[in-house]
Nanobody, 121 residues
Framework: QEQLQESGGGLVEPGGSLTLSCAAS????????MAWFRQAPGKERTFVSV????????DYADSVKGRFTTTREKAKNLVYLQMNNLEPEDTAVYYC??????????????WGQGTQVTVSS
């Protein structure tokens, strides 16, 4: 059974950094298009970033451009989200996901369970 497991969330002060990891296990092939989403309390889940199967193409929500970076280690089935200069508005549960289509952020085929990120002083 395919599974995604996020890790690396926690409490950080404004201006700080965190790196989230997403590990794929089970029968998931090593090279799927992967994305990060987040859901703040009382709000809908929204797109954060995407990385192509090769890792050569990435895209980001406008709210995180220049602050967040997504990378992958294909050999280890790992995807990362490096988050810098965090703001209180970044507080949310962060989910990784497998996408069927690189440009279609609604084409989620598999979700992780999520990891909480809280930005507060």
């Amino acid at each position: 059974q395919e599974q995604l497991q996020e890790s690396g969330g926690g409490l950080v002060e404004p201006g700080g950094s965190l790196t989230l990891s997403c590990a794929a296990s089970g029968q998931t092939p090593p090279t799927y298009t992967m994305a990060w989403f987040r859901q703040a309390p009382g709000k809908e889940r929204t797109f954060v970033s995407v990385i192509s199967r090769s890792g050569s193409i990435t895209d980001y929500a406008d709210s995180v451009k220049g602050r967040f970076t997504t990378t992958r280690e294909k050999a280890k089935n790992l995807v990362y989200l490096q988050m810098n200069n965090l703001e209180p508005e970044d507080t949310a549960v962060y989910y990784c996901a497998v996408l069927n289509e690189l440009r279609d952020y609604s084409s989620v085929r598999l979700w992780g369970q999520g990891t909480q990120v809280t930005v507060s002083s």
